[in-house]
């Protein structure tokens, strides 16, 4: 999907075209007043105080409709500079425009102010010459805001919208629009029945309903038996610890306002986890460790909690309450490049399984001059961040360096995917780590018999299993492969009186095999039956006749598929384990 902000003719078209659905606000709404109207990454909104109005739909009709009247006269936006006193005077009835104003710093700082006909807007700008080059909007949803995002402030009214040069670039994303809201993983899985939300348990605190769980435990055992095959230990850690845990390894200090507060039990201070790698350091503190002992590889599907604003939660892909995939590997010096270039191995492997292909590398650097967030020791970060390097050029993988973004503790490579939906993120990530074995005192017997600091490679596959099946519901629109469905054979009966015997001994079979099979039975016509397995997005649909209970056949329809296949019920049982191994 198009960036708005990141364009600098849509960004400054979208920002006019906010203005001109203030200045329509205005001649519908004399007494509205104005809070912000920025350009975002998909389109602009604008704030605006109504006093009890609530916006409608048929509000929302009335405001288009005067957008294009005003568009259509087409006036000039012009730019004007006035000082800060003078835009005092000038939005004197307006608190909202006045609080922007007085939080500027000089009396005498320069303001602008745009233009447009009957309708004065503060702004820096820039906009477009005139409201002609508006034409081409969309007003495409609205809702209540925060002033300031603040709940004790007064509620006011977002309308947001988007704006394109032409009407042809406008349908084009519309469309683009409703193709996203129809793989939104919110959408689906509410109708997958994979998930689901109450404001009672919490904000950011999906529960996951059987389908979804199934789903999610079959992605853990599958990401399981791949690390154990790499010789991965698992091991099971509390989702809390003690405020000193996370002070001795430096989360307190960098991390604490992704934290929920401190809790206080019998003298003692705790914290729900934000991160698993404290409690996998004091798992390997627990023994002395030789050498010889080196890869130590350590994992965990770990619950965490992170504070997430109100406002930044989506679904199960942002929450306040996550599992990750996590590992940490205790390495040698001399094991850093094998070992990182296995985590690499590891998920090229993953994503050539699960068919992911539209993905990228960044390497996440720290920021030399900022010398608060990072560890200060800028030998282990140069020797760090080379290491990091030279795997890649080894493995041969391109990738983009990004200045800023490592870890407090070390350099990380992150794995960038592009989802159908909305902007790219992060899904896998493997971190280089000197700093933390030093700050818990771990070490190993070297050959030499003197103690040596392990290094530490911290990495997740799936990132949180929560956003990876979020990131695939939407890949694959809910039609997830058969081996990940949570219901792989559904079954029909044409008629119960003659074929459900049949059926039963087809669901018996298929169950003895561990193939998640449903039988509908219910005493409803087959093609309603049939639509409801294509509604619910079931890979393989079973219709059972009196051909088939003949035959001793079944004959069976792909999802997405209209063609009716028919075969022995021997044959499609080893299709279909053979799809499932497959991953397909």
Not at 152 to 160: A, D, F, H, P, S
Not at 390 to 401: D, F, N, Q, R, S
């Amino acid at each position: 999907m198009i960036n708005f902000k990141e364009d600098e003719y849509l960004n400054k078209l979208n920002h006019s075209c906010a203005h001109m659905m203030a200045q329509a606000i205005k001649h519908l709404w004399k007494d509205a007043k104005f809070w912000v109207g920025p350009v975002i990454e998909t389109g602009f909104y604008y704030d605006v105080d109504l006093g009890d109005k609530v916006i409608t739909e048929e509000d929302i009709e009335a405001i288009s409709k005067e957008m294009k009247k005003i568009s259509k006269d087409g006036k000039r936006i012009v730019r004007n500079e006035i000082s800060k006193n003078e835009a005092i005077d000038k939005f004197c009835d307006d608190p909202y425009k006045l609080d922007l104003i007085e939080r500027m710093n000089e009396e005498d700082t320069i303001i602008s102010t745009y233009t447009q006909g009957d309708f004065t807007d503060l702004c820096r700008g820039p906009h477009v010459d005139t409201v002609k080059e508006c034409k081409n909007f969309k007003l495409i949803k609205f809702s209540g805001a925060y002033w300031k995002g603040d709940v004790n402030n007064k509620v006011l009214q977002r309308i947001y919208g988007v704006c394109f040069p032409t009407e042809e670039e406008l349908n084009i994303y519309l469309k683009e629009l409703e193709e996203a809201k129809n793989r939104d993983h919110r959408k689906l899985g509410r109708e997958l029945g994979i998930f689901t939300t109450n404001d009672l348990v919490g904000k950011g605190l999906p529960m996951y309903l059987p389908n979804g769980y199934i789903v999610w435990e079959t992605l853990e055992n599958y990401i399981k038996g791949k690390e154990r095959k790499l010789g991965y230990k698992h091991v099971l850690t509390p989702p809390l610890g003690n405020v000193e845990l996370y002070k001795t390894s430096g989360h307190w200090d960098h991390y604490q306002e992704s934290m929920f507060p401190k809790m206080e039990v019998e003298g003692e201070e705790f914290v729900l986890r934000p991160m698993n790698c404290p409690h996998h350091m004091m798992i390997y503190a627990d023994s002395i460790h030789s050498y010889r002992d080196l890869p130590i590889r350590i994992g965990e599907i770990a619950r965490d909690c992170r504070y997430e604003a109100s406002g930044a939660l989506k679904g199960i892909e942002r929450v306040r309450s996550f599992c990750q995939n996590d590992a940490h590997l205790f390495v040698t010096p001399e094991q850093i490049e094998s070992e990182f270039a296995s985590v690499v191995h590891l998920i090229l492997d993953v994503y050539k399984e699960l068919n992911i292909t539209n993905y990228h590398f960044e390497l996440s650097l720290r920021d030399k001059k900022d010398k608060v967030k990072y560890y200060p020791d800028d030998e282990m970060w140069d020797n760090a961040e080379n290491k990091l390097r030279e795997v890649l050029k080894t493995i041969g993988i391109p990738y983009m360096e990004k200045i800023g973004e490592a870890a407090f503790y070390g350099p990380k490579l992150d794995v960038q995917v592009r989802p159908a939906v909305g902007n790219e993120y992060t899904l896998s990530t493997c971190q280089l780590d000197f700093c933390l074995p030093m700050k818990f005192n771990l070490t190993y017997v070297d050959k030499d018999g003197s103690k040596k600091s392990p290094v530490v490679l911290h990495r997740a596959v799936f990132g949180s299993i929560d956003r990876f099946i979020a990131y695939y519901l939407e890949e694959t629109k809910g039609a997830l492969p058969t081996w990940l469905a949570p219901i792989q054979v559904n079954i029909l009966p044409v008629n119960n009186e003659y074929h459900l015997a049949y059926a039963q001994e087809i669901f018996d079979l298929l169950e003895s095999e561990s193939i998640r099979v449903e039988l509908d039975a219910r005493e409803e016509k087959v093609g309603y039956r049939m639509r409801e397995s294509v509604i619910r997005k079931i890979p393989f649909t079973l219709v059972l006749g009196q051909k088939e209970v003949d035959e001793k056949t079944i004959s069976y329809r792909l999802q997405g598929s209209d063609v009716t296949t028919t075969v022995p019920m021997s044959k499609f049982v080893d299709f279909l384990k053979d799809t499932i191994v497959d991953k397909n």
